[in-house]
């Protein structure tokens, strides 16, 4: 199963970058726009409403990952992964923080993604979001989500409220329908997907 993962990651990632390189800035910032506005409906839909006190979880995007720049812009403050220490060395577990508008984005490990410099918090922290938006690279009707392949969100997710929704953001062809992934023990389905194109609720809680 691992071997046949890793396939389809490759695939997807190789499918990224041809669509990456071929966008154009009218596009980008259309994309954006438009991840916004289904995020929007995602939270109508859910009967979310995030607050200072239950926050938004998000991710904070790379390269080639859709652009969620403009949800974030949305919302204050936002829990952010945080995955490396100052001098880059990978965190064992997983760690969030509370980011504020103003408050410093660092990079301090390239392979991973912007995180704040607010202070950082526990595991735990997850439990008082509202709702968790995750990255990944495919999703199937049954919520069955394909990830990066280090098993972060499977381990972080395992401490979100139980009435929070989570969401992934994907590309439009990243969404798989009956075309069902590879599921493992570990892996929790997400409730909702959104695309540049889509919202789609996926009725599992």
Same mark, same amino acid.
């Given at each position: 199963?691992?071997?046949?993962?890793?396939?389809?990651?490759?695939?997807?990632?190789?499918?990224?970058?041809?669509?990456?390189?071929?966008?154009?800035?009218?596009?980008?910032?259309?994309?954006?726009?438009?991840?916004?506005?289904?995020?929007?409906?995602?939270?109508?839909?859910?009967?979310?409403?995030?607050?200072?006190?239950?926050?938004?979880?998000?991710?904070?995007?790379?390269?080639?990952? &859709?652009?969620?720049?403009?949800?974030?812009?949305?919302?204050?403050?936002?829990?952010? &992964?945080?995955?490396?220490?100052?001098?880059?060395?990978?965190?064992?577990?997983?760690?969030?923080?509370?980011?504020?508008?103003?408050? !410093?984005?660092?990079?301090?490990?390239?392979?991973?993604?912007?995180?704040?410099?607010? &202070?950082?918090? !526990?595991?735990?922290?997850?439990?008082?979001?509202?709702?968790?938006?995750?990255?990944?690279?495919?999703?199937?009707?049954?919520?069955?989500?394909?990830?990066?392949? +280090?098993?972060?969100?499977?381990?972080?997710?395992?401490?979100?409220?139980?009435?929070?929704?989570?969401?992934?953001?994907?590309? =439009?062809?990243?969404?798989?329908?009956?075309?069902?992934?590879?599921?493992?023990?570990? =892996?929790?389905?997400?409730? +909702?997907?959104?695309?540049?194109?889509?919202?789609?609720?996926?009725?599992?809680?």
């Amino acid at each position: 199963m691992t071997m046949h993962k890793n396939s389809l990651r490759a695939e997807i990632r190789a499918r990224r970058s041809l669509y990456w390189d071929s966008r154009g800035p009218g596009e980008e910032q259309g994309e954006r726009d438009a991840l916004t506005a289904h995020f929007r409906e995602a939270l109508d839909v859910f009967g979310v409403t995030p607050s200072s006190s239950h926050p938004l979880a998000a991710f904070y995007p790379m390269e080639k990952e &859709p652009d969620i720049s403009g949800i974030l812009a949305c919302f204050n403050p936002v829990l952010l &992964p945080v995955l490396a220490r100052e001098d880059g060395t990978l965190l064992r577990e997983p760690r969030w923080a509370l980011h504020s508008r103003g408050d !410093e984005l660092t990079r301090p490990n390239p392979r991973f993604p912007a995180q704040s410099r607010a &202070p950082i918090r !526990e595991a735990q922290a997850l439990e008082a979001a509202s709702v968790v938006l995750i990255a990944g690279l495919s999703v199937d009707e049954a919520g069955t989500r394909l990830g990066q392949g +280090g098993g972060w969100y499977d381990r972080a997710l395992l401490y979100k409220g139980v009435s929070a929704p989570v969401i992934a953001c994907i590309f =439009d062809w990243e969404y798989r329908g009956k075309e069902l992934l590879p599921r493992e023990d570990h =892996d929790i389905p997400v409730d +909702g997907v959104i695309t540049p194109s889509h919202f789609i609720k996926l009725g599992i809680k």
